[in-house]
């Protein structure tokens, strides 16, 4: 069954430090998203990406972030200039508009961060 | 201003028992509704999506009620494998779209 893979499954980064998280979504899947999860609290989505563009972004999504995809099959997701709570788990996900009800999205394992 | 709103439970239940989770959402332009499921610090699964008419699939219903903007999931016959947080999720249109979550309502299923 085809899945959506995130590394690393953890990262620890000094506060201040730059990091970059790594997924690899569905192949023929089109429409890309970060969300992250604070420990304890919901699922927020942080931003969406579709032809090598973002579509949407949240107010959470400041210029601290940046997403790309480098080639045909990674996509990825900078923090520059960590903070502490910046700490969570890091959901990518991918979909494609062919669910008859609307976008059956599929995460991956995730990224848990620990910034210290 | 909460967008999903849930009941966060726990819902302690025994093997064998019917429970139902309820979700009210606040944008009555939300067009797509799901529920899943996340395991303790995994990544969230679709469970079901929620179709208007309301939908089954196996020991799982769900329903919808635009009008209250109130969706439901009843599981019946529960497994301790269903223990688990469900997650009420929704989406503004029918197409491409991010999708709002709720906090999850925790199900733990005893023996």
């Known amino acids: 069954e085809p899945e959506v893979t995130q590394t690393p499954s953890h990262q620890v980064t000094q506060m201040g430090q730059e990091v970059i998280l790594r997924c690899v979504p569905i192949?023929?899947?089109?429409?890309f998203y970060w969300y992250r999860q604070i420990l304890g609290q919901k699922v927020e989505f942080l931003v969406s990406?579709?032809?090598?563009?973002?579509?949407?972004k949240s107010e959470i999504f400041d210029d601290q972030f940046s997403v790309e995809r480098p080639d045909g099959s990674n996509f990825t997701l900078k923090i520059r200039s960590t903070k502490l709570e910046d700490s969570a788990m890091y959901f990518c996900?991918?979909?494609?508009?062919?669910?008859?009800?609307?976008?059956?999205?599929?995460f991956g394992q995730g990224t848990r961060l620990t910034v210290v | 201003r909460k967008e999903v709103e849930q009941d966060p439970g726990p819902f302690n239940v025994p093997e064998g028992a019917t429970v139902a989770f309820n979700c009210t959402y606040s944008?009555?332009?939300?067009?797509?509704f799901f529920w899943y499921r996340q395991d303790c610090r995994k990544e969230p699964k679709l469970l079901m999506s929620?179709?208007?008419s309301g939908n089954e699939d196996g020991r799982f219903t769900a329903q919808l009620n635009r009008a209250s903007q109130y969706i439901s999931l009843l599981i019946r016959d529960s497994k301790l494998s269903d223990s688990a947080t469900y997650l009420c999720?929704?989406?503004?249109?029918?197409?491409?779209?991010?999708?709002?979550f709720g906090k999850g309502t925790m199900l733990l299923v005893s023996p």
């Open positions: 996900a991918s979909s494609d508009v062919s669910g008859t009800v609307g976008p059956e999205a599929f």
């Open positions: 192949s023929n899947h089109l429409y």
């Open positions: 990406f579709y032809n090598n563009e973002i579509s949407e």
């Open positions: 944008n009555s332009a939300s067009q797509s």
């Open positions: 929620v179709y208007s």
């Open positions: 999720v929704v989406s503004m249109n029918s197409g491409y779209s991010t999708l709002t």
